[in-house]
């Protein structure tokens, strides 16, 4: 007699879906917290710390101061090329003519801190016919010479007489003052009181008034000679020293204009 199945295999059954139930359930949820920071990948904005201070309202000004101060030293640059097919006779030829340089600045009574040669080279001269094997002629032997004079007056007369001597070539001629630290100085002061006149006036303007500096900046210094008047529409302070140029003959030294600017970023209060 067979006995009959069917009870067990219902218990399993149910057992079996009893089972596959309690798998599928949920986890129970978390208790949510409200949370600020970072998103995805760090980026976001997190929450202000409490209490922050908020950030200062700036005014950002420059300012810009030229003196005009006259010249007392003349620099003058001249060279010395000779050529020769021998190199040594180049070279005995050029130093012929130095020596009767150095003679004009000793007649001068210039001292040694203000003479000063340079430039000393020796270069090959080669033909330029390029149809055929390039072929040496000769050696170019250089040198110059830069005197420092006091006057006008001297600059002109010291000149002419370097190339009545064999001088053959001007590089140039310098006009300073020996005085430029100082007047650097002075237009460093001119330019931050420039800057603060300026952020006054318009801080002022707006209702508002400026309050301690947050960050002061120097621009480059410049030392150069004086040109027209268009090159100083920008300069908020221009101050004549009241000396005079230097006039000769037939040579006027003009003024030599030293500049400073400054930029400074203000607290801008109420």
């Not at 990948?41 to 005014?59: E, H, I, Q, Y």
């Not at 420059?62 to 640059?77: K, L, N, W």
């Not at 040109?227 to 230097?246: F, K, P, W």
């Amino acid at each position: 007699m067979t006995t009959p199945l069917r009870p067990t295999f219902n218990l399993l059954a149910a057992l079996v879906l009893g089972a596959l139930l309690t798998g599928c359930e949920a986890p129970p949820p978390q208790s949510a917290q409200a949370q600020v920071g970072p998103g995805p990948n760090g980026a976001g904005p997190s929450a202000p710390p409490p209490n922050a201070a908020p950030k200062p309202r700036t005014l950002s000004v420059s300012g810009t101061a030229v003196i005009q101060t006259a010249p007392d030293e003349f620099v003058v640059s001249v060279g010395v090329d000779t050529f020769d097919p021998g190199v040594q006779v180049a070279k005995t030829n050029n130093d012929a003519i130095m020596a009767e340089l150095l003679l004009v600045a000793k007649n001068h009574k210039l001292i040694e801190r203000d003479i000063q040669t340079t430039n000393f080279r020796i270069s090959p001269r080669y033909d330029n016919n390029y149809n055929r094997e390039r072929k040496l002629v000769g050696y170019d032997v250089q040198k110059g010479l830069t005197l420092t004079l006091n006057s006008p007056e001297t600059l002109e007369v010291v000149l002419t007489e370097l190339f009545e001597r064999g001088a053959n070539r001007l590089d140039g001629i310098e006009m300073r003052s020996s005085k430029t630290v100082e007047k650097r100085r002075e237009a460093r002061e001119m330019a931050v009181d420039a800057a603060l006149k300026k952020a006054e006036v318009m801080a002022a303007k707006l209702g508002q008034k400026i309050g301690l500096p947050l960050e002061v900046n120097e621009g480059a210094p410049q030392v150069s000679s004086w040109g027209n008047s268009m090159g100083n529409m920008n300069v908020n302070e221009l101050v004549d020293n009241g000396t005079l140029a230097q006039i000769g003959e037939t040579f006027a030294s003009g003024k030599v204009q030293v500049s400073a600017s400054v930029s400074v970023v203000f607290e801008l209060r109420d």
